[in-house]
């Protein structure tokens, strides 16, 4: 039980790796809220899973992308569990295109959502772990944040974003007892992923020494980790997820 009693905030933690991360943190004794946009019965669903391990659950309908409906969701979920010490920022979105068709909204709304969204949720939560003297933060970021990738221009932008944006809000309040990390997961078998030609999977597989795709439990285990007081003297790193796939 590394996260007995904490309560945790999930960004997109109806699906994917959000609802894996979601499902591994309430395993380990956290009460979760999860903030998403789309599929609402998927959230109801994820929401009733997290329930029945016998801790609090409750979703939030949020899109992470607007200041001020963010900061609603932060409120609405203190006011109902209480104070909050985990937040994951998970939720992202992909446009992608070669630079030389993006459109500037396809550009706008991946930084919106992605990048923006956690300043956000950084921001709204900042001052509560600062005053409370603890707090977990952890970012999905991706390894195209780190080495780039052909068509995903606004995509990796806003996971560089977040890897910067992990270190300075480490610096900031490291000393308060509160550390930001960020996961950089390889190729993870979603709904993201999904929409992927076959053939273009099995080139990607292909060049991942584990020789296997991750699944979402698999970035879940270390996201518990980096949530967890075994993490409390790791501050502002990126770890990646990958299978060896970026070394
Ligand atoms: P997914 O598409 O299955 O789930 C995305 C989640 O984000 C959903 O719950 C959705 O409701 C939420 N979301 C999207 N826009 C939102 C908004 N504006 N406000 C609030 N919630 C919003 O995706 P998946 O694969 O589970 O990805 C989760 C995270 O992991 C994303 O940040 C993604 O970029 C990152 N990632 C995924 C990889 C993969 O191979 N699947 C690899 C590297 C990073």
Same mark, same amino acid.
């Given at each position: 039980? &590394?996260?007995?009693?904490?309560?945790?905030?999930?960004?997109?933690?109806?699906?994917?790796?959000?609802?894996?991360?979601?499902?591994?943190? *309430?395993?380990?004794?956290?009460?979760?809220?999860i &903030?998403?946009?789309?599929?609402r019965?998927?959230?109801?669903?994820?929401?009733?899973?997290? !329930? *029945?391990?016998?801790?609090?659950?409750? !979703?939030?309908?949020?899109?992470?992308?607007?200041?001020?409906?963010?900061?609603? *969701? %932060?409120?609405?979920?203190?006011?109902? @569990?209480?104070?909050?010490?985990? @937040?994951?920022?998970?939720?992202?979105?992909?446009?992608?295109n070669?630079? @030389?068709?993006?459109?500037?909204? !396809?550009?706008?709304?991946?930084?919106?959502?992605?990048?923006?969204?956690?300043?956000?949720?950084?921001?709204?939560?900042?001052?509560?772990?600062?005053?409370?003297?603890?707090?977990?933060?952890?970012?999905?970021?991706?390894?195209?944040?780190?080495?780039?990738n052909k068509?995903?221009?606004?995509?990796?932008?806003?996971?560089?974003?977040?890897?910067?944006?992990?270190?300075?809000?480490?610096? !900031?309040?490291?000393?308060?007892? %509160?550390?930001?990390?960020?996961? *950089?997961?390889?190729?993870?078998?979603?709904?993201?992923?999904? #929409? &992927?030609?076959?053939?273009?999977?099995?080139?990607?597989?292909d060049?991942?020494p584990?020789?296997?795709?991750?699944?979402?439990?698999?970035?879940?285990?270390?996201?518990?980790? @980096?949530?967890?007081?075994?993490?409390?003297?790791?501050?502002?790193?990126? #770890?990646?997820?990958?299978?060896?796939?970026?070394?």
């Open positions: 039980m &590394l996260v007995q009693g904490k309560n945790a905030i999930v960004t997109g933690g109806s699906q994917g790796i959000g609802r894996a991360i979601a499902l591994k943190l *309430a395993e380990n004794g956290a009460n979760v809220a &903030l998403y946009v789309g599929d019965q998927r959230g109801a669903e994820t929401v009733k899973e997290i !329930e *029945a391990l016998g801790v609090k659950a409750m !979703e939030v309908y949020c899109n992470v992308a607007d200041f001020e409906e963010s900061k609603a *969701a %932060v409120d609405e979920v203190v006011k109902t @569990l209480g104070s909050v010490d985990i @937040l994951i920022n998970n939720a992202g979105i992909t446009r992608d070669l630079i @030389l068709k993006m459109t500037e909204a !396809e550009f706008d709304s991946v930084i919106n959502v992605n990048l923006k969204g956690t300043f956000n949720m950084i921001k709204h939560t900042y001052p509560l772990f600062m005053r409370q003297r603890y707090g977990r933060v952890v970012s999905i970021s991706s390894v195209v944040g780190i080495g780039g068509g995903q221009a606004n995509y990796s932008a806003s996971k560089a974003g977040i890897i910067g944006m992990t270190k300075s809000a480490a610096k !900031e309040l490291a000393s308060r007892g %509160v550390t930001y990390n960020a996961i *950089a997961p390889g190729f993870i078998e979603t709904d993201m992923t999904a #929409v &992927l030609p076959e053939e273009a999977k099995k080139a990607m597989c060049q991942i584990a020789k296997r795709t991750g699944k979402p439990e698999d970035v879940a285990n270390l996201a518990l980790f @980096l949530a967890s007081d075994m993490a409390a003297y790791i501050t502002g790193e990126v #770890v990646r997820c990958d299978g060896g796939m970026q070394m």
